[in-house]
């Protein structure tokens, strides 16, 4: 069964306009979210989070959006470059007091920016 | 600042043979984790160590089995290998207690194929 869900397994956008990237989860403990971005033959490299309190984050260019009540949350590029495309991960934690436990991911959506 | 460094790159073995990965956190991190990442899927925690203790534990078979030293550098063990164990390994690394805590940070990983 799996808890973190993206259904889109790849995207494709022009450079300079938008690429959102969903995911969705089911287990509600889950309190913690994480995307990360990965190109092959490297490691997983950490993006963007947030936490279960806010609905929205933003860092440059990356914005995340989380939507407990659909259990669902988007990242937002804007604008996309090509360097953008590869792999992106959502992932999910269930906070254990301050201490830093498992994430679980979901299976990734390649995107890929068109110059 | 040296991020998280994992050993061998690639690793080719034969099934029933025995295999140990490496992986040293990056600087000032105390915790270890360890991801399988089949092809096509995201990665999927194994275990995460601490004060040299198993601290977590997913859904693997105990043929997977880790250590964590003094220096908080890590070591994961298969035994009996499979087929199916050919993936990427990945090991991340956090701060217990740290202002990021979620924030795991991961290494390039090891390829391991299994004949």
């Known amino acids: 069964d799996q808890q973190v869900k993206q259904n889109s397994p790849s995207l494709s956008v022009q450079e300079g306009r938008i690429s959102i990237l969903n995911c969705d989860y089911t287990?509600?403990?889950?309190?913690?979210f994480l995307w990360y971005k990965k190109y092959p033959a490297e490691g997983p490299t950490f993006l963007i989070s947030?936490?279960?309190?806010?609905d929205k984050n933003e860092d440059g260019r990356f914005t995340v959006f989380l939507n407990k009540s659909a259990k669902h949350l988007s990242l937002h590029i804007v604008p996309s470059q090509p360097g953008d495309s590869a792999v992106y991960f959502c992932?999910?934690?269930?906070?254990?007091?301050?201490?830093?436990?498992?994430?679980?991911f979901g299976k990734g959506t390649l995107l890929t920016v068109n110059p | 600042d040296a991020g998280v460094t994992q050993s061998p790159t690639h690793l080719i073995k034969t099934r029933g043979q025995q295999v140990t990965l490496r992986c040293s956190p990056k600087?000032?991190?105390?915790?270890v984790s360890w991801y399988q990442q089949a092809l096509g899927q995201g990665p999927q925690f194994i275990f995460q160590y601490y004060e040299e203790e198993e601290r977590q534990r997913g859904n693997f078979p105990d043929r997977f089995s880790g250590h964590q030293f003094p220096n908080y550098s890590s070591e994961l063990n298969v035994n009996a290998l499979l087929l199916g164990d050919s993936a990427l390994y990945l090991c991340?690394?956090?701060?217990?207690?740290?202002?990021?805590?979620?924030?795991?940070?991961f290494g390039p990983g090891t390829r391991l194929t299994v004949l």
């Open positions: 947030i936490s279960s309190i806010k």
């Open positions: 991340a690394s956090s701060l217990v207690g740290g202002v990021s805590y979620n924030e795991q940070f």
């Open positions: 992932a999910a934690s269930a906070d254990s007091g301050g201490s830093n436990y498992k994430l679980t």
């Open positions: 287990n509600s403990m889950f309190d913690y």
């Open positions: 600087s000032g991190h105390d915790t």
